[in-house]
C-alpha cells in the first residue's frame, strides 16, 4: 500500500517538475486561444506544415518541445530578418530544407502565434464540416429523395393488382359459361369503347396536354442550369487530398474570395509554393504534377526554373458560371458575412473531381438569403449597422439578410 502511494505521487512529481523545467527552458508558458489557433493554422499553415509528420516544412506537433515561444514568435512573423541576424538555429533550419523561403507573417500578432501554437500542442481534433449560418448546406434547399425504389415497388402491386382482376373476370365468365379474353384483348375493347366517347377523348386530350405543356416548362426552366456539371481537367487535381486531407484553407489557392468580387484560378505559382518541393503525390504519382511543370518550366532535377523558356498557361475549365445579369461578389460573403466555401459549393473536401453541387439559381439564392442568420456577434464588419438592426427587433431577434435587404432587386441586378 505504501510502496503503490510512492509510486502515483513519484509519478506526478516528475509530471510537475518536468512542466516546471519546460516552463523555465522556454522562457514563458505557452498560453492562449486553440480554437482561434487553428483557424489560423489551416489559414496559413496548413499548405506547407502537418502537426504529426514531416511535408513541406518539418512537422510541428512537438515544435514547442524543439523550440522556444520567443524564438518561434520571431521565425513565424519574419524568419528572414531573423537568418539576417545570424541566428544559428534559423539559418540551420533554412539550409535542412534546401534554402525553402517560407513566406513572413508580418500580419500575426504575438498573440496569434501563441494562439497557433497552443494548438499544435493540443493537437488537432477531427469534426465533420460546419455548416455555414443557420439552414443546409445547399443554402436551406432540401434534397430531393430518390423515389425510384418506392414507385417500382407501387407499379408492381398495380400490375399484380390487373393480373388478379383479368384472372377474376375469366374465372367468372367460366363458370356462367361465357368465353374467356385476354388482357390484351380487354385493353383493346376498352380502347375502342373509349374513343367513341367524345367525353373521353376530350378529357384525354386536355391531360396529354398538361403533361406536354409541364415538361416543357421544366426543360425551358432548365435551360442554362448546370447542376453536376463535372467536365475533366487538363489535371488531375484532387480536392479531397489537398483541402481533405491536407486540409489546405480553400482561400490559400483562391486568395481573390476575401478581397473582392471574383474567386480567382489558382496560378501555376501557387501550385509551386509546394510543388518545388513536392514532385510526387500520392494518387497519381509524378505525372499530373509533371504536368505543372511543363507548363511552368521547372526543372525537378536542379531545383530551377528554365531559362528562355516559353511557358504553357493551364487551360482550366470553368465550372461554376452566373449569367451576366446578376451580380455576385465573394468577398460580400467570405470575409463580410463570414460564410464557408461549403454553403454553396458543396463539401468540396470530399470531391476528387469538382462539380457543380448547388443549381445558383435566382430561386436557389433568394432562399438562403431568407433563411440565412446574419452574424452579428463575431462580426465587426458592420457594427454599426448591427446596433441599428438591435434596435429596430430586439437585443434577441434573429436577423436575416432578407431583413438587410438581402431580397431587393437591386442588390444582385444594377
Known amino acids: 500500500m505504501k510502496n503503490r502511494f510512492i509510486q502515483r505521487y513519484s509519478k506526478a512529481l516528475i509530471v510537475f517538475l518536468f512542466s516546471v523545467l519546460s516552463t523555465l527552458a522556454y522562457g514563458q508558458e505557452i498560453s492562449g486561444d486553440a480554437a482561434n489557433g487553428k483557424t489560423l493554422f489551416n489559414a496559413n499553415c496548413a ?30 512573423v519574419n524568419n528572414a530578418e531573423l537568418r539576417a541576424s545570424g541566428d544559428e538555429e534559423a539559418i540551420a533550419i533554412f539550409e535542412e530544407y534546401n534554402g525553402s523561403v517560407m513566406p513572413a507573417f508580418p500580419g500575426l500578432s504575438e498573440q496569434d502565434v501563441m494562439d497557433i501554437l497552443v494548438y499544435t ?72 369503347t373509349a374513343l367513341k366517347n367524345p367525353k373521353i377523348v376530350t378529357l384525354l386530350t386536355i391531360l396529354i ?86 507548363a511552368v518550366g521547372w526543372d525537378p532535377e536542379t531545383y530551377q526554373y528554365i531559362e528562355g523558356y516559353e511557358q504553357k498557361p493551364i487551360k482550366w475549365i470553368r465550372i461554376h458560371n452566373l449569367p451576366d445579369l446578376a451580380y455576385f461578389n465573394h468577398s460580400q460573403h467570405v470575409t463580410a458575412g463570414q460564410i464557408a466555401c461549403q454553403t454553396c459549393h458543396g463539401p468540396i473536401q470530399e470531391m476528387e473531381e469538382v462539380y457543380q453541387y448547388s443549381s445558383l439559381t435566382m430561386g436557389w439564392c433568394v432562399n438562403c438569403h431568407r433563411e440565412t442568420q ?27 439578410v432578407e431583413m438587410i435587404g438581402g431580397l431587393e432587386c437591386g442588390k444582385c441586378h444594377y
Open 374 to 400: 446574419v452574424q452579428v456577434k463575431s462580426n465587426d464588419y458592420y457594427t454599426e449597422m448591427h446596433e441599428k438592426l438591435k434596435e429596430k427587433y430586439g437585443e434577441d431577434a434573429q436577423i436575416t
Open 209 to 294: 396536354a398538361i403533361v406536354f405543356f409541364q415538361q416543357l416548362y421544366i426543360a425551358l426552366m432548365s435551360v442554362g442550369i448546370s447542376e453536376k456539371y463535372q467536365p475533366s481537367q487538363p489535371i488531375k487535381f484532387s480536392h479531397e487530398l489537398h483541402a481533405g486531407q491536407n486540409q489546405i484553407d480553400c482561400n490559400y489557392c483562391h486568395y481573390g474570395a476575401r478581397k473582392g468580387k471574383h474567386s480567382n484560378i489558382p496560378s501555376a505559382g501557387v501550385c509551386m509554393n509546394c510543388h518545388m518541393q513536392v514532385q510526387e503525390g500520392p494518387k497519381y504519382g509524378t505525372e499530373e504534377i509533371a504536368k505543372i511543370y511543363a
Open 47 to 76: 499548405s506547407c506544415h502537418k502537426l504529426d509528420k514531416k511535408a513541406i516544412g518539418p512537422a510541428l506537433g512537438d515544435v514547442t518541445e524543439r523550440r522556444s515561444t520567443e524564438w518561434l514568435v520571431k521565425w513565424i
Open 121 to 192: 500542442v493540443e493537437g488537432q481534433k477531427k469534426a465533420a464540416p460546419e455548416e455555414a449560418g443557420t439552414g443546409a448546406v445547399a443554402g436551406g434547399e432540401p434534397v430531393e429523395p430518390d423515389n425510384t425504389v418506392p414507385l417500382l415497388i407501387l407499379g408492381a402491386i398495380l400490375a399484380f393488382l390487373v393480373y388478379l382482376l383479368v384472372t377474376v373476370k375469366n374465372t367468372l365468365k367460366r363458370v356462367q359459361g361465357q368465353p374467356t379474353t385476354s388482357l390484351a384483348e380487354d385493353a383493346n375493347i376498352i380502347t375502342r
